[in-house]
């Protein structure tokens, strides 16, 4: 478990280099005092461990840069991969005092330790507005924000490239209604071309935050994260949210959304799939909510998952074990 005395920790992603597990975490100082402002002070911690379960904090990945800069405010959640020249590429969400951190981009760092990174200078992946909601940033449009955010890379299931998948919205339907799964393209990491979405906007969902695609045992799944107050009034009668999970046939979709089933309650976000070195499928997530309600901020133990096989229509479910 990793929890900091100084600081709120959230969301989160992982690197294993093959002796020891990396976790990037937002992170924002407790001296706020008021958890709902840590989202425009977050920075990027850093901390490894052996086991997932014991940490040891390193000095943070990255924080916002000086302006101007598409990430001068805020740094937010992102993944990383090995790339093919054996460096690390880490792709996170960067926000800017222009637009007053309204407008989500995505940028990436490069590290050849996981200790130092060197940024890129300008966003590498922008949401289309062919496909994606855009706002307008004279501010004439109530406030609204972009969803262009959280990438999760991995590469090509055959080899051709790498694949990234974005927490974005769609220009249509209610606000609560309109999550998709954003989807861009490259072929050697450094440059991307935005497509469609992958899924469709009308699932009960305005946000698919945090996604993975893990295959899990062999079988794809995809994860995600979403609230109850992000959530349309009839998926809300399904519970009140947390971690979402959804069986596919490959690491590609299809993505039929509406069919994701929770994996959690409120109290745990932002899931992360990972094995451990025993092989065990396990879950990891931010510490979300304790039993009043109170936002905790830290990084839970690690969690069993199994698949379990339901009989009839719906097929297999994943769960974390016992439930």
Do not use: K
């Amino acid at each position: 478990m990793l929890v900091l005395a100084d600081a709120w920790t959230w969301d989160f992603w992982l690197a294993d280099d093959g002796e020891s597990y990396h976790v990037f975490f937002l992170r924002a100082s407790r001296a706020l005092s008021d958890p709902h402002r840590r989202h425009r002070r977050a920075g990027v911690g850093h901390a490894v461990s052996d086991d997932l379960r014991t940490w040891t904090l390193l000095p943070d990945a990255l924080v916002h840069s000086d302006p101007p800069a598409f990430d001068d405010l805020a740094t937010w959640t992102g993944s990383v991969v090995r790339a093919p020249d054996r460096s690390w590429r880490m792709f996170y969400t960067g926000l800017s005092h222009a637009e007053g951190g309204r407008v989500q981009r995505i940028g990436a760092a490069r590290s050849d330790d996981l200790l130092t990174w060197t940024r890129t200078d300008s966003p590498l992946v922008l949401a289309d507005p062919r496909w994606y909601h855009s706002i307008d940033t004279r501010g004439n449009d109530g406030g609204r924000e972009q969803a262009w955010r959280d990438p999760w890379v991995f590469p090509d299931p055959g080899g051709e490239g790498w694949h990234m998948l974005v927490t974005a919205g769609a220009d249509v339907g209610e606000p609560v209604d309109r999550g998709v799964i954003g989807h861009a393209r490259s072929a050697d990491l450094d440059t991307w071309v935005v497509g469609p979405p992958l899924s469709a906007p009308g699932a009960g969902f305005g946000e698919l935050e945090v996604l993975q695609v893990q295959a899990v045992e062999g079988r794809p799944v995809l994860l995600f994260s979403c609230l109850a107050q992000w959530m349309s009034p009839a998926r809300r009668r399904s519970g009140p949210g947390g971690i979402w999970a959804l069986p596919c046939e490959s690491a590609l979709g299809p993505f039929d959304v509406a069919a994701a089933r929770p994996l959690t309650g409120p109290d745990l976000y932002a899931g992360r799939l990972t094995q451990d070195r025993d092989g065990q499928w396990v879950l990891l997530a931010f510490r979300n909510l304790d039993e009043h309600g109170a936002f905790v901020g830290g990084l839970s133990d690690p969690i069993p998952v199994t698949w379990r096989d339901d009989d009839g229509e719906r097929g297999p479910t994943l769960s974390v074990t016992g439930s």
